[in-house]
Structure formats: structure tokens, C-alpha cells
T-cell receptor, first 111, second 118 residues
């Protein structure tokens, strides 16, 4: 079983749609959780950190369920510019360890 | 915010040549630098962890003699792909971070190096 698994893509949605991505992680020792956005042939850029209490940044909402080892990302009112690959990532310890990435889910928003 | 500068951004080379990729932390001291590789439509996979002043730690299946890592200063880590072959063609990317506290293990990525071996 892979350490971080994500929904298979691609997700093709119209502008204005709400889309949800899911991610599960296998190691219960995982400490930090993130969603990254990666555009084609570019480095990943941090979208948001994910906390048990949930966090929201504009149209983006992330949730963490430690008991189920599950992370989610909700995008509301999708924009054309949201088209990208979304990567779920975890780290095992609080600091100084590498990110373990999921394979990513591709989102394509069309007009 | 913290910045990691990586170059070159794109390399095309002949099979058998060696390629060096540099990553510099521009406004912070990077005691640790992570090196990842990403094949098309795949995830970023950790290759090795570069530690300033000591030997790098390689992930299982990554040949340390093929992927030479040097981290001689707190601001520079290099990855050299020795005797590159077409199967080494990939997107190589480094990252480092401001660990702990408010930063909560946020990693800052270089822009990546796309290597094409002919």
C-alpha cells in the first residue's frame, strides 16, 4: 500500500463548480499535512497546511481526520485558473523531514 | 519568504555525460536539503536527504554512486547525475525548510531542473 494515496483523476468541471479531493495516508505517525498545487512543468507551491480543526482560505477548505487518516480539499466556485494538479503531502515528524507526496489529482476547469 | 534558487532549469545532454544541479538557499541557512525526482504523471519521490557537512542519506533504490550529493555549505547543495542515461530523464527538484515553530515544517522548493538525456 502506498504511503499517500489520492483520488484518481482527472476531474473535469465547469467554472463555478464545487470539487472535492480526497487523500489517505498510511502512517499513523504522520504529523504535518499539506495540499500543494503543481502547474505543468513547475515546482509544487504550497496551497495550504491542514489541521484537525480544519482551515479555510477563501474558496479553499481543507480538513484532516486523524482517526481515519484522511485529508480533504474542497474548492468552491472553481475558476479557470484553478486548473492544475493538486498534491497531498505529509511529513512524519514535526520538523526536518521530507514530504511524502501523493500522486496528485489533476483538475481541469472549463468555461 | 524563504527562497530556494535552483539551476539550471533545463538540461539536454548526451548519454554518458554528467550533469550538476545546484540549489541555493538565498535568505536562510539550509542545514538540510531534500532532493526529489518526478517522472511524467508520477508523484515527487524523495531521492536523498542532503545534510550540511556530512554524508547524504539516500532512499532505497537510489544509487549513491550515480547521484552524487554535496552539501558543503549552509546555503548550497548540489546533485550530480553521473554518466546520465535516457532513463535518468526526469524533473529533479530540491527543497528546504524553516523547521518547527510558526513555520510548521513548511518546505520551500527550487524551480526544478528538467533533465533530458539523449
Amino acid at each position: 500500500r502506498k504511503e499517500v494515496e489520492q483520488d484518481p483523476g482527472p476531474f473535469n468541471v465547469p467554472e463555478g463548480a464545487t470539487v472535492a479531493f480526497n487523500c489517505t495516508y498510511s502512517n499513523s505517525a504522520s504529523q504535518s499535512f499539506f495540499w500543494y498545487r503543481q502547474d505543468c512543468r513547475k515546482e509544487p507551491k504550497l496551497l495550504m497546511s491542514v489541521y484537525s480543526s480544519g482551515n479555510e482560505d477563501g474558496r479553499f477548505t481543507a480538513q484532516l481526520n486523524r482517526a481515519s487518516q484522511y485529508i480533504s480539499l474542497l474548492i468552491r466556485d472553481s475558476k479557470l485558473s484553478d486548473s492544475a494538479t493538486y498534491l497531498c503531502a505529509v511529513t512524519l515528524w514535526e520538523a526536518g523531514t521530507a514530504l511524502i507526496f501523493g500522486k496528485g489529482t489533476t483538475l481541469s476547469v472549463s468555461s | 519568504g524563504a527562497v530556494v534558487s535552483q539551476h539550471p532549469s533545463w538540461v539536454i545532454c548526451k548519454s554518458g555525460t554528467s550533469v550538476k544541479i545546484e540549489c541555493r538557499s538565498l535568505d536562510f541557512q539550509a542545514t538540510t536539503m531534500f532532493w526529489y525526482r518526478q517522472f511524467p504523471k508520477q508523484s515527487l519521490m524523495l531521492m536523498a536527504t542532503s545534510n550540511e557537512g556530512s554524508k547524504a542519506t539516500y532512499e532505497q533504490g537510489v544509487e549513491k554512486d550515480k547521484f552524487l550529493i554535496n552539501h558543503a555549505s549552509l546555503t548550497l547543495s548540489t546533485l550530480t547525475v553521473t554518466s546520465a542515461h535516457p532513463e535518468d530523464s526526469s524533473f529533479y527538484i530540491c527543497s528546504s525548510g524553516l523547521a518547527g515553530g510558526r513555520a510548521k515544517n513548511i518546505q520551500y522548493f527550487g524551480a526544478g531542473t528538467r533533465l533530458s538525456v539523449l
